[in-house]
């Protein structure tokens, strides 16, 4: 693949001392923009004036750095095949990639299942498909600990410090603290101290160098990085997972234009029946992409319900 990605970071200063030494040195390597900047493809050899640049938006599951590492030939991939320039966006929270959505700043987004629901509910927010992985489309949330702890169990972390991912985040902040819910307890009472990293490899890092006790993430993000050793040194463990909720979501505007929406959808529905894509998906470990209904969601629904979200 040749044609240069556009890419724009978008960082709040608050977030900044949040994060881990090891991820400071992003920002170094990323242009940083206003949402209010428009995105123009002037300098770039390959850019085509009279058609409008494909937006991606990924979510902070994993740092900036290693989103882009990822995600930037999926990108690639799928900008070609509608004949469009790609630009990836990338915010440093939930919140920021839903706004994204709803203000039009971006035509897809890759989400957490929760912050949908929160989209859904404020502007009708929908989803176009889903990633398949192992056979289906359902993920987990794994609270992990470093990996010579002798806690085996979520209770042992009483009193521990804890790391959360988003407080948009199904499996990195909303399942731990419903479960101290059903308990009568709060993770102000439960835990001696909480952080949020904003990206699930960052609390898994943090776990990992025992700058915490324990943290909650992603079920996918978890598995890809212990899959990936050569990269990644995960040195944790699982001491509890959640039941299979409906995997985090691809979302659309609602009122993207139809021809664009069905479009972008045969792309992602196709694209395992296509060489280059196979090979994409098979390095993300993604089987492939799915449709999915929004009543899949209800367990979501009702467990955001239940802490008062």
């Known amino acids: 693949m040749n044609r240069k990605i556009i890419l724009f970071i978008i960082l709040f200063p608050f977030i900044l001392g949040l994060i881990f030494s090891g991820c400071k040195k992003e920002e170094e390597t990323y242009k940083k923009v206003r949402l209010n900047v ?3 493809e002037e300098n770039s050899p390959a850019a085509k004036p009279q058609k409008k640049p494909l937006r991606i938006a990924i979510a902070p599951v994993i740092s900036p750095k290693e989103s882009f590492n990822v995600y930037s030939d999926l990108i690639e991939y799928i900008s070609k095949k509608v004949g469009r320039l790609p ?6 929270n939930y919140a920021e990639i839903n706004n994204l959505v709803r203000y039009r700043h971006c035509d897809v987004a890759f989400v957490c299942d929760y912050a949908y629901l929160q989209g859904k509910k404020d502007f009708g927010m929908e989803i176009l498909v889903v ?15 470093p990996e010579k702890s002798t806690i085996k169990s979520f209770w042992e972390l009483e009193g521990k410090s804890f790391a959360f991912a988003d407080p948009l985040s199904s499996s990195g902040y909303l399942y731990p603290k419903y479960l101290l819910k059903k308990n009568g307890k709060t993770p102000e009472t439960f835990f001696s101290k909480t952080i949020f990293t904003y990206g699930h490899d960052n609390s898994i890092e943090a776990v990992s160098q025992g700058l915490v006790d324990g943290a ?33 979501p691809i979302v659309i505007h609602p009122a993207i234009n139809p021809e664009t929406r069905s479009m972008l959808k045969n792309v992602f529905l196709s694209m395992h029946e296509d060489k280059e894509g196979k090979l994409i998906l098979r390095r993300l470990m993604i089987d492939r992409f799915v449709a999915q209904k929004d009543k899949a969601y209800d367990s979501i629904r009702k467990m955001a319900n239940e802490i008062g979200y």
């Open 216 to 248: 909650a993430v992603d079920s996918l993000v978890y598995d890809f990085m212990v899959a990936n050793k050569k990269t990644y040194r995960v040195n944790a463990k699982i001491v509890h997972k959640s039941p299979f909720w409906a995997s985090p």
């Open 38 to 40: 428009k995105e123009t």
């Open 131 to 145: 990633p398949q992985v192992n056979g289906k489309a359902k993920y987990q949330s794994y609270i992990i600990v």
């Open 87 to 92: 630009v990836f966006i990338q915010g440093s």
